[in-house]
């Protein structure tokens, strides 16, 4: 389960459940598009809760309705 603390550690999964996408998608996002995280080992990554929220936050498009 996530934790509300804004410096909570995430694995993989937790990170995906996150921001809505599965873990395939967190792994393809860190390698192409910089997304935040801590490679522990050749196996272990984690993520930053707060760095997540702010790397989704800045790519956040706002679209006008006509």
Sequence with gaps: MI???SDSILN???AA???GVGPRTIRLWRRSRGLPHYK???KI???KRS???EWMES???I???N
Excluded: S
């Design 63 to 65: 679209t006008g309705l």
């Design 51 to 53: 760095d997540l929220i």
């Design 3 to 5: 934790e509300t603390n």
């Design 17 to 19: 459940t996150l921001l």
């Design 45 to 47: 990554v984690r993520f």
């Design 40 to 42: 522990l080992t050749a």
């Design 59 to 61: 790519r956040r498009r």
């Design 12 to 14: 993989e999964t937790e």
